[in-house]
């Protein structure tokens, strides 16, 4: 079933987002990159049902199967000397607020981006930041809402999952409408403590065995704690503490 844009706007009538909502574009991020370089308006949003050159952190595929997923890129035009981490770990907190409440079962960070629940990736969150005369940074955030009826693909299968099981009448369009929401009442708050806190109560990796991956191969290390600009502390395998602020993690099994 398509994705009702009526619904979605009737919903939120009350807060500024735009809007737009396409069957299959190429990549919701890369489309609103071009919005934001021809002057968009801040809390524009573009979502599709599928996407045929999802992306996401690393360079990395994102899969997005028709109808059964949440593809969303928000337009924002932050202020200066805003970290663009902060609008990544900021949404995941909201993230996994939504899905929480709408199922009743526990949604956890992995760092940076990700949000799991039962043990399997659910969403992967990716914010891509514009410089120039009106800088401007686009949220992108895809949501395994159902399992795609043919399955997820065999390199996925074993770590992806899914919010919901089974279908409902306007479930994407919920979820959609809860995430923008929580987001709106979230974005900028004042309160940076408390949302950090959040985020390190939900992580799913901290005291545990871990593989950093970086462009130049992996190595063992455990998670010991986030500092509050985000970067994950460990401890290496020869003993040494390293802040990683870049890279991504993996628990070993």
Known sequence: MDLSKEYIEERLMELPFKIQVEETVSSTNTLMKEYGHNNGEEYSVLIASS??????RMGRNFYSPKNTGIYMSILLRPKKGTNPLNITTDAAVCCARVFEKMTGKNAEIKWVNDIYMNGKKVCGILTESCLGDKPFAVLGIGVNVLPPKEGFPEDIK??????????????????????????????????RSLL??????????????????????????????????????????????????????????
């Open 51 to 56: 996407q045929s050159g999802g992306r996401g």
């Open 158 to 191: 074993n770590r992806a999952g899914a919010v919901f099981t089974e279908d409902s009448p306007f479930i994407r369009e919920e979820v959609i409408i809860g995430l923008l929401r929580e987001f709106f009442n979230t974005y900028g708050n004042p309160a």
């Open 196 to 253: 950090f806190e959040e985020y390190k109560k939900r992580s799913m990796i901290i005291g545990k065995d871990i593989l950093i991956l970086r462009n130049d191969g992996e190595e063992g290390a455990k998670a010991i704690g986030i500092n509050e600009d985000y970067s994950l502390i460990v401890r290496k395998e020869n003993g040494e503490i390293e802040n990683v602020c870049s890279g991504d993690v993996s628990i070993k099994l």
